[in-house]
């Protein structure tokens, strides 16, 4: 029993930062209507940037997420005007292929450089011991930091000038842009600060487990499935949806083997569309 514990618990401090996460995806596709495929390619990118601040650079790899946050917004802000652009407004597929020429870059580039061969950070954390079992201190310390940054997420959204402008341009472009709201401007902002938090996301995991450059495929997989359960576009429905996700992996993981992880959640990813297509945590479900 204590071990079915011990897994839950474990599942929930993963799935905060699943919700992490996809948080960055959804808020891109809640504020511009674009479906994210980079969105995995900068989450590696994310764990390759702690790696390398912690080990080349010699810094404490908590100490370094706000420089992989800020690497990532101004990445995040490249990419915006560079291929996301000037497809905004247009057929979604369109969006689509140039996310994903973008992510195929990154893994191109990456491979060229890292290879695929595993890398790891190395994080001495004490655990907390119940009974038999211990949770990982580094777990405690990362689920954490992803739910003080979904909270700062909130509070930028509802009380900055700059998050009301967001949330203004997300709801209506054209009356947003009639008060004065440089509409263009702010949509570079929001798929900055969208990637920014999948970079971060991805530097959290690499202080979890071993990555390589193609790590962030099945992390943008479990994305697509807590926005799905969150709700398009809602991020505190993303963060609720992964704490979901995480609850499901900790519950099964004791019972089926791990390989039938995937097959369960993707299950759910199915009866979720269908049975709530505005997903389980949002106001409004379509019929």
Do not use: C
Request: net charge positive.
């Amino acid at each position: 029993m204590i071990g079915i514990l011990v897994s839950v618990i474990n599942g929930l401090l993963l799935g905060s930062i699943y919700g992490l996460a996809a948080i960055g995806l959804t808020l891109i596709f809640g504020v511009m209507k674009v479906i994210n495929l980079a969105h995995g390619a900068m989450i590696a990118l994310g764990m390759f940037a702690l790696y390398f601040l912690a080990t080349s650079g010699g810094m404490n790899p908590y100490l370094a997420l706000p420089l992989v946050a800020i690497g990532g917004f101004v990445g995040g802000v490249a990419v915006y005007w560079i291929g996301v652009h000037r497809v905004i407004g247009r057929a979604e597929l369109m969006s689509l292929l140039a996310t994903f020429a973008v992510s195929m870059i990154i893994i191109g580039l990456g491979t060229a450089l890292w290879s695929t061969s595993p890398y790891n950070v190395q994080i001495n954390i004490p655990g907390v011991a119940i009974g038999n079992y211990t949770i990982p201190g580094n777990h405690l310390v990362a689920a954490v930091i992803a739910i003080l940054i979904a909270a700062a997420l909130y509070l930028f959204l509802f009380y900055t000038r700059l998050g009301k402008a967001i949330r203004a341009v997300a709801s209506n472009r054209q009356a947003a842009e009639l008060m004065g709201i440089p509409s263009t401007r702010v949509l570079a902002i929001a798929f900055g600060i969208g990637i920014g938090i999948a970079a971060v996301a991805g530097a959290l995991i690499a202080t979890l487990f071993p990555f390589t450059i193609l790590s962030g495929g099945g992390y943008e997989l479990k994305s697509f499935v807590v926005t799905v359960l969150g709700g398009l576009g809602n991020p505190a429905g993303a963060l609720l949806g992964g704490l979901l996700l995480g609850f499901i992996e900790g519950v099964v993981s004791p019972f089926v083997d791990v390989s039938w992880t995937p097959v369960i959640e993707f299950s759910l990813f199915v009866v979720i569309l269908i049975a709530f297509p505005m997903g389980l945590f949002r106001v409004g479900r379509g019929k």
